[in-house]
């Protein structure tokens, strides 16, 4: 009879699924590195004291995913390294875009917590993703790793549809 457990050792088959696990892996380290400078830029065109103190918390918590991804490359035995993440590239021009078309001030910040949401909702979907394959492959330790970082995000998320709601939706059709 055939076993379901997962190994930590690669066998051929194995291989090919270990690698996408590792290139994905590349491709949301290198994305939370862009986000180390594309959250700063955020923060600057802010006006909302709610956006700014979430933007700026998320960007503390952005720093901890960086080591965590460095700490999930170590368990594995590899080097850290990214691969340029062409969605998260797409999604910073995007709000680089929205923050430079957007009338300033409310109306503006609607717009930085649209463009952060959809940065939010890729990074749920790449670490729900990830925490998946890491399971397959035996890597538990990486797998509670990521879910540490997936907790996050779904907590940015929330509290940037807190803040859209609560005040800056209203304020902004208003302004």
Same mark, same amino acid.
């Given at each position: =009879?055939?076993?379901? +457990?997962?190994?930590? +050792? +690669? ?12 290139? $994905?892996?590349?491709? &949301? #380290? ?5 986000? +180390? ?50 969605? =998260? ?8 875009? &929205? =923050? ?6 409310? @109306?503006?910040?609607?717009?930085? &917590? ?7 909702? #890729?990074?749920?979907?790449? #670490? ?12 538990? $330790? @990486? ?19 807190? &803040? ?6 209203? $304020?902004?059709?208003?302004?």
């Amino acid at each position: =009879m055939k076993s379901n +457990t997962p190994t930590k +050792t +690669t066998n051929g088959k194995e291989k090919g699924f270990r690698k996408l696990f590792e290139d $994905e892996l590349k491709d &949301i #380290y290198w994305a939370e590195k862009a986000l +180390t400078k594309a959250i700063p830029k955020m923060i600057k065109n802010a006006t909302s004291e709610d956006l700014i103190d979430a933007l700026e918390s998320h960007l503390e918590e952005t720093k901890g995913h960086v080591d965590r991804c460095e700490k999930a490359f170590e368990f594995l035995g590899k080097t850290a390294t990214g691969k340029k993440c062409e969605a =998260m590239a797409g999604l910073t021009k995007e709000a680089e875009e &929205i =923050m430079e078309e957007a009338e300033e001030g409310l @109306v503006r910040d609607a717009g930085i &917590i649209s463009a952060a949401q959809k940065v939010e909702h #890729y990074e749920i979907a790449s #670490y729900g993703t990830l925490i998946a394959f890491a399971r397959t492959l035996g890597e538990n $330790e @990486v797998a509670d790793l990521l879910e540490e970082t997936l907790n996050e995000e779904k907590g940015a998320n929330d509290k940037l549809t807190e &803040i859209a709601e609560s005040s800056v939706n209203e $304020e902004a059709l208003q302004q």
